[in-house]
């Protein structure tokens, strides 16, 4: 006669393992901060799901990652390199990376992995694929950067940030955004919060992750023009500049706010971005995707210079969606900061006194947000 189950035994029997999911990417903030905003997303649909970031040995990488409380290998991984005579440490790096990672998906009893990009994701995909599981890669950028272009077709599934000729069968989400990088409606509780005065109006100067001294070299200079400093006064504007971890060019922006009595606060960082978006009227920034997508989610009227040692300046690429509907503009960093100013300047001081063509780039930008990319992968890595 046969065994019978008890129904506890039957609800044992067909309980899944909880989810244990490895994100990869690292090198900068860009690659990293997507994967924490899924991880977000996971925990807030399974709270018991077990994750693991896979980042590179870079110094910025572990203080992101350590910041964020989260648990993380390190992995030696190189940049792929034109130049033959560097080919051997890079392929002796990248054995390394893979069999850590296949030691860690053993350990850690992995159950799928996601890449947001950047050369930290080759191994991991290497690694996904030699273990049997599924894979997503994530492609960040409007042109898909060298890692994703040699490393999809390990990829059980790909999702891009924009459209892309390279994957037909790629699925189009928005870019994954933390929870913190998205502010609140309300300006007045978003400066109160960050210190700020909440009447007024806020100019944003960020460089995010990377890049920003070219921009902190303009914004001195554009500091010194007269005109500017006494609009911005007269306008009742604050400048909000996150320089980036040099603190010599933080010491020579504040001196220069000083010396031209423009109202400012100027910090290295800030960890709640959300806030420093809904605090701002109108933004100075890099073109990272990142920075896109987040004005883009706040509804910031903003001025994008792509970083500008790129070869192909593929920033620029990422503002376009934006610049084509009249929700952002396109400026080109010529490096110099007075070819910088001078170019800026008339722009600017258009901007600060026009409200209505804020109030429309605003709308423009509210009325073409994407949905939440973050959750999209989310949902893929508790579906397969």
């Known amino acids: 006669m046969p065994s019978i189950a ?9 309980q899944a393992p909880p989810a244990s999911v490895l994100l990869a990417g690292g090198g900068s903030g860009g690659h990293i901060f997507p994967n924490l905003a899924i991880l977000q997303r996971l925990r807030e649909r399974s709270p018991t799901v ?5 980042i590179s040995t870079r110094p910025l990488d572990a203080e992101v990652v350590t910041k964020a409380r989260e648990k993380a290998v390190a992995v030696p991984v190189q940049p792929l390199t034109m130049k033959p005579w560097r080919w051997p440490a890079f392929y002796d790096a990248w054995h390394k990376s893979v069999h850590a990672l296949l030691a860690v998906i053993a350990q850690e009893r992995i ?3 996601v890449a947001t990009g950047g050369f930290v994701s ?12 599924p894979a997503a890669l994530v492609s960040l950028d409007a042109i898909p950067g060298k890692a994703n272009r040699l490393m999809a077709s390990k990829a059980s599934a790909i999702f891009t940030v924009y459209p892309t000729a390279l994957w037909p069968q790629a699925q189009r989400i928005g870019m994954p955004l933390r929870r913190n990088a998205i502010g609140p409606n309300d300006k007045h509780a978003a400066r109160r919060q960050l210190g700020l005065e909440p009447d007024g109006e806020v100019l944003l100067v960020t460089g995010a992750s990377q890049g920003a001294s070219s921009l902190n070299r303009m914004m001195i200079e554009l500091a010194g023009q007269t005109q500017v400093r006494k609009t911005l006064r007269n306008a009742g504007w604050r400048v909000l500049h996150l320089t980036g971890d040099k603190p010599e060019e933080r010491d ?36 990272g995707a990142g920075s ?30 934006l610049t084509h509907t009249g929700a952002g503009i396109l400026m080109l960093d010529a490096i110099d900061p007075r070819v910088n100013a001078r170019q800026l300047a008339p722009r600017l001081l258009s901007l600060i006194g026009n409200d209505s063509q804020r109030y ?18 989310a949902d893929w890595v508790l579906g397969v």
């Not at 008890?6 to 067909?14: F, H, I, M, N």
């Not at 077990?50 to 896979?54: P, S």
């Not at 423009?262 to 806030?275: E, K, N, R």
């Open 111 to 113: 159950t799928a992995v």
């Open 6 to 14: 008890s129904p506890q035994d039957s609800r044992l029997k067909t």
């Open 50 to 54: 077990a994750a693991t970031l896979v």
């Open 252 to 287: 020579a922006a504040i001196a220069a706010y000083q010396a031209a009595k423009i109202p400012a606060t100027v910090l290295p960082f800030c960890d709640a971005m959300g806030l420093a978006w809904a605090s701002a009227t109108l933004a100075i920034s890099r073109a």
């Open 292 to 321: 896109v997508a987040e004005a883009w989610a706040n509804a910031v009227p903003t001025i994008f210079f792509p970083y500008p040692y790129h070869k192909d300046l593929h920033q620029k690429f990422n503002a376009e969606p």
């Open 360 to 377: 429309q780039m605003a709308e423009n930008l509210r009325s073409t947000r994407p949905d939440d990319g973050a959750a999209v992968i």
């Open 122 to 133: 080759g191994p991991a995909l290497a690694a996904a694929r030699k273990a049997g599981l």
